[in-house]
């Protein structure tokens, strides 16, 4: 799998891609200072930090257990996107 970092050049690329997400964070930071009470952003970037961290405790958890936490992590916070902002939850806390 390529990682990059969100250069065009690397879209021609055949295979699986990712896009690396300290940069991802890096650019939402500077658009946070743009738009400090943009919800979708904080989302956005409440969502990378957790995939993050729950990336590094994958190793130390049963896939059954792993796959879970997925579950209930991502469909509580992540459904609610689309939905109006003041109905949203608002917690930032990720239960990992």
């Given at each position: 799998m390529l990682v990059s970092d969100c250069l065009a050049s690397y879209d021609p690329h055949p295979g699986r891609k990712s896009k690396c997400c300290a940069h991802h964070l890096k650019a939402i930071s500077e658009a946070l200072q743009q738009a400090p009470?943009?919800?979708?952003l904080q989302d956005i970037r409440w969502f990378l930090k957790a995939?993050?961290?729950l990336h590094k405790l994958r190793e130390d958890l049963?896939?059954?257990?792993?796959?879970?936490?997925?579950a209930s992590w991502s469909g509580g916070r992540m459904s609610s996107w689309g939905q109006p902002a003041g109905t949203r939850p608002r917690s930032r806390s990720a239960t990992v």
């Amino acid at each position: 799998m390529l990682v990059s970092d969100c250069l065009a050049s690397y879209d021609p690329h055949p295979g699986r891609k990712s896009k690396c997400c300290a940069h991802h964070l890096k650019a939402i930071s500077e658009a946070l200072q743009q738009a400090p009470d943009s919800e979708f952003l904080q989302d956005i970037r409440w969502f990378l930090k957790a995939a993050i961290m729950l990336h590094k405790l994958r190793e130390d958890l049963t896939a059954g257990t792993y796959w879970d936490k997925v579950a209930s992590w991502s469909g509580g916070r992540m459904s609610s996107w689309g939905q109006p902002a003041g109905t949203r939850p608002r917690s930032r806390s990720a239960t990992v």
